[in-house]
């Protein structure tokens, strides 16, 4: 059974600082997605990482994958408040097509 | 804009009377999920739909059921919603199976009184 995990479940950070969440995963798969959700709403699609080395950029997120360490890592370069939120890694099961959710990291960035 | 809809988009029924939700999707995909989630928890996956073929995951109480009627349209039914029960309902698509990326609605948070 595949199992997530992601640390820290929370994370309270300054504006201009950096920090990176971590995405261990249990068992072989070569898709991994990071998703962000604001409270009350719906899941936002951030990043598909499709392959081991894969690194993905957007704004003060970056995203990548190691397959062989099962490892995901969603750092953030000079946090701002907007980007306060909860951030969800998911990863496809193999064989079976569906995803499994990680907990879940609630960020909170204050001044 | 294609899209994922879903209604209603707050839905409140009383202990043991059956609710339906309702999904529609515009993007002419081929799978659609329902996942709950409950305050400050992952989203659990119910079931899915690969075109009709209806997949439910092992851990999903009988009490909830699901229809696809055409390629479009999705529902859940809760039969006799609990307490329990109470969460945000969420609907996905995703062009096929393997692993695609899935494209989420905005939500139904229902509530049992």
């Known amino acids: 059974e595949l199992k997530v995990e992601q640390n820290p479940l929370f994370l309270s950070m300054q504006e201009g600082k950096n920090y990176t969440i971590y995405c261990n995963y249990s068992?072989?798969?070569?898709?991994l997605y990071w998703y962000r959700q604001d409270p009350g709403k719906s899941l936002e699609s951030l990043f598909v990482?499709?392959?081991?080395?894969a690194v993905k950029q957007e704004g003060r997120l970056m995203a990548s994958l190691d397959t062989k360490a099962r490892l995901s890592t969603l750092h953030i370069t000079a946090a701002v408040h907007d980007l306060s939120a909860t951030y969800f890694c998911a990863v496809v099961n193999s064989g079976y097509s569906t995803l499994t959710f990680g907990k879940g990291t609630m960020l909170l960035v204050s001044p | 804009d294609a899209m994922v809809i879903q209604n209603p988009r707050y839905q409140v029924t009383q202990f043991g009377k059956p609710v339906t939700l309702s999904c529609s999707q515009t993007?002419?995909?081929?799978?659609m999920y329902w996942y709950q989630q409950k305050s400050s928890q992952a989203p659990k996956l119910l079931f899915h739909?690969?075109?009709?073929?209806?997949?439910n995951e092992a851990d999903t109480p009988d009490n909830f059921q699901s229809r696809r009627p055409n390629t479009s349209f999705c529902f859940l039914d809760i039969r006799s919603p609990g307490l329990g029960d109470a969460a945000m309902y969420l609907c996905?698509?995703?062009?096929?199976?393997?692993?695609?990326?899935?494209?989420f609605g905005p939500g139904t948070r229902l509530t049992v009184t």
């Open positions: 996905a698509t995703s062009l096929q199976r393997g692993g695609y990326e899935q494209y």
């Open positions: 990482l499709l392959s081991n080395g």
């Open positions: 068992t072989t798969s070569d898709r």
């Open positions: 739909y690969y075109d009709k073929d209806f997949n």
């Open positions: 993007l002419n995909h081929n799978v």
